[in-house]
């Protein structure tokens, strides 16, 4: 028996919502029908170059589109988008020039800043001229060490529009964590705060740039934007800059654009480097544009006016694909803090006073929000908001109910999926389609997404969990690794599993409806007595246990094989005892199957997680081997590390 669905779009959305004047239009042109999302869905890979080719059109692309759309379709990687598209990501986000506004930018600590699309423009033009005197060009890399702030996003823009390649990194990451990072791709300019706010502290930046520019030694200038201070003292910086003060000298008013071709480096984006130094992952211009505006207009609706809110830091992609939504003319919240402080509910005030329509997050942000019991709906006047995005990690069941129960009743739950690799989403939400309970809807657009088995065999709905796949290639693919010469390590992370296939390294499954469920990261999946269990399917039971507030299970090399290891933080200073335990097995037994029950359960005070507040079941897979866990600085809770060491529990 299939389950009835949480939410069914009204008749209304469904008639008005830009995907189905996609579809309407697509239909016309194509003289085909389409009975449902599948059915577009399988003209989007069936047609790849022609549905590319419309979606363009149809979004306005400011750009010389060039006459061909796709060669070496074949070939993955090897196949180019639009290879006569000559294109710049930042003239598309300054499409707007009117007195509209662009961004509402908040602080932890309550202050509140603005901007036009106009005034969005001029800043962005004095940058870019600050950034031309400093001798930026094409191909240059600008390091971002920034909060979440109307500056760093004119940052990201600026240096766009000139063809240099924008990357960039929280605050709150340490000096080893941005030397990994930044001195892997040699900025020529940094661009940063003078400090940052969080869990109502005051976190000065200056003397860690300080440290960061002797062991940078491709930096020329660094630009200080005020975050903190009204008048931050630079003294001790070398060749450094007050962004303000700059801004006051230059009168220039309107940017101009180098447009690139389609695959031109954009951006660099870092994965989360817990095995390693992180990857640097280049982007190009037409291929992040392109799957953005698709993903915002077609998958979630995203309007002219509305009003979109990620809860985000600028080490996470989501902030580079919230930016995006300029292109689509919609208006950017955005907020730089912790989301607790100074009380749980915070995001949530912000986002019914500013009447935001797309609200995103971390599913673990919404599993807290439960844990705790928080309820939403009876105190804030939500009636603007038409969809809620959730990533990061899989949001279970659970939290499904929570949403419709205590947030909002009558709203788009769209859980989604990808990651840096893509800078895009494999699964994701549409608009016409239902919910399902646990589900994300489907595929998007563009992407033939599959599920195999070991043996790289595709594996149908309802029958079981397997690899999630990309059969064919998309305009968002990394154009290239950065200082991978040869394509090696590029062709090593995607395609060593499956030749021509990109493997991404989820463990996921269809079904009977056609929804998909992930089960979490296919390299930390579960495999006693040679079974494959995803650590999101133990999840999601235990955290049904009221005294639970989160987990995480790895697996430990046991008398030649692999036994499951569960690690949990309980509510108020509760202490694990025998019946708790007990009570943990039963409901994982009942749940799931005996497979899925620890050999082991133990009490922890915390759970180790990177800066984007992702788990991290390898780190704490090493710790227990005794293996050195690499580059800890990419996590925002090091010291929880060693909870998990040398314990006695784990010996017998």
């Excluded at 090493?622 to 314990?647: F, G, M, Q």
Aim: hydrophobic fraction near 40%; proline fraction near 4%; charge should be negative.
């Amino acid at each position: 028996m299939i389950d009835a669905p949480l939410w069914t779009p009204s008749e209304k959305l469904m008639s008005s919502c830009h995907l189905t004047a996609f579809q309407k239009a697509v239909e016309t042109e194509t003289n085909q029908s389409f009975a449902n999302y599948d059915d577009l869905w399988r003209y989007s890979i069936d047609h790849m170059g022609d549905f590319w080719s419309r979606f363009w059109d149809y979004a306005g692309v400011i750009a010389e589109k060039g006459s061909r759309t796709l060669i070496n379709a074949d070939q993955m990687p090897g196949a180019q988008f639009f290879p006569d598209a000559k294109i710049n990501w930042a003239e598309n986000m300054l499409k707007r020039r009117d007195d509209g506004i662009a961004i509402i930018a908040r602080k932890e600590k309550g202050q509140e800043t603005q901007i036009t699309f106009a005034e969005l423009s001029k800043r962005v033009a004095k940058l870019q001229n600050l950034l031309r005197h400093f001798g930026v060009t094409k191909g240059d890399r600008v390091a971002g060490h920034v909060p979440n702030s109307i500056e760093a996003i004119i940052g990201a823009i600026a240096t766009s529009s000139l063809g240099a390649i924008w990357c960039s990194a929280s605050p709150d990451f340490g000096l080893q964590g941005l030397l990994d990072r930044f001195g892997q791709i040699e900025p020529k300019v940094l661009i940063t705060c003078d400090g940052y706010f969080y869990s109502g502290k005051t976190i000065d930046c200056l003397e860690k740039i300080k440290n960061l520019q002797a062991q940078l030694p491709s930096l020329e200038k660094t630009i200080v934007f005020s975050f903190v201070n009204d008048t931050p003292d630079l003294s001790n910086l070398e060749n450094a800059v007050s962004l303000t003060e700059q801004e006051s000298y230059i009168s220039v008013s309107e940017p101009d654009f180098e447009r690139v071709e389609f695959n031109h480096p954009l951006f660099i984006m870092f994965s989360s480097g817990t095995t390693g130094i992180p990857k640097c992952i280049v982007h190009g211009h037409g291929g992040t544009l392109l799957q953005h505006m698709k993903e915002h207009q077609l998958q979630c609706d995203v309007r002219t006016n509305d009003r979109v809110f990620y809860f985000t830091t600028c080490g996470w992609m989501m902030w580079n694909w919230q930016i995006t939504a300029l292109a689509s003319g919609a208006t950017l919240l955005i907020y730089d803090g912790s989301p607790f402080f100074p009380k749980a509910d915070m995001l949530w005030d912000y986002t019914a006073r500013h009447h935001a329509t797309l609200f995103g997050t971390g599913a673990k942000y919404i599993d807290a929000l439960k844990s705790n019991g928080i309820n939403i709906k009876d105190k804030f006047d939500l009636s603007a908001l038409k969809t809620i995005t959730s990533t990061g990690s899989p949001l279970v069941h659970e939290s499904f109910d929570y949403v419709y129960q205590s947030i909002k009743s009558d709203v788009h739950l769209a859980s989604i999926s990808g990651g840096t690799d893509i800078i895009s989403c494999f699964v994701i939400g549409n608009p016409i389609s239902p919910i399902y309970r646990g589900e994300i809807q489907g595929a998007g657009l563009g992407f033939a997404v599959d599920i195999f088995d070991d043996s790289g065999r595709p594996i149908p709905a309802g029958k079981g969990s397997g690899e999630l796949v990309c059969t064919k290639s998309f305009p968002s693919m990394p154009v290239k690794f950065w200082n991978d010469h040869d394509g090696s390590k590029y062709k090593k992370a995607y395609f060593e599993r499956f030749e021509n296939i990109w493997c991404h390294g989820d463990w996921i499954e269809r079904t009977v409806h056609n929804g998909l469920i992930i089960h979490g990261r296919s390299d930390a999946t579960l495999n006693p007595g040679g079974v494959r269990i995803g650590t999101a399917e133990i999840y999601r039971q235990v955290e049904q246990i009221p005294e639970v507030l989160e987990c995480i299970a790895v697996g430990q090399h046991w008398q030649n094989d692999e036994r499951v290891i569960l690690f949990v933080r309980l509510k108020d200073d509760l202490v694990l005892n025998d019946d708790m335990i007990a009570r943990i097995k039963k409901q994982i037994k009942e749940g799931t199957s005996p497979r899925h029950v620890p050999a082991r359960i133990l009490q922890v005070s915390d759970i180790p997680r990177t800066k984007s507040n992702k788990i991290v079941e390898l780190a704490v897979r090493e710790v227990i081997h005794n293996r050195p866990v690499k580059n800890v600085e990419s996590l925002a809770n090091p010291e929880a590390l060693e909870l998990y060491r040398d314990l006695e529990a784990l010996q017998s």
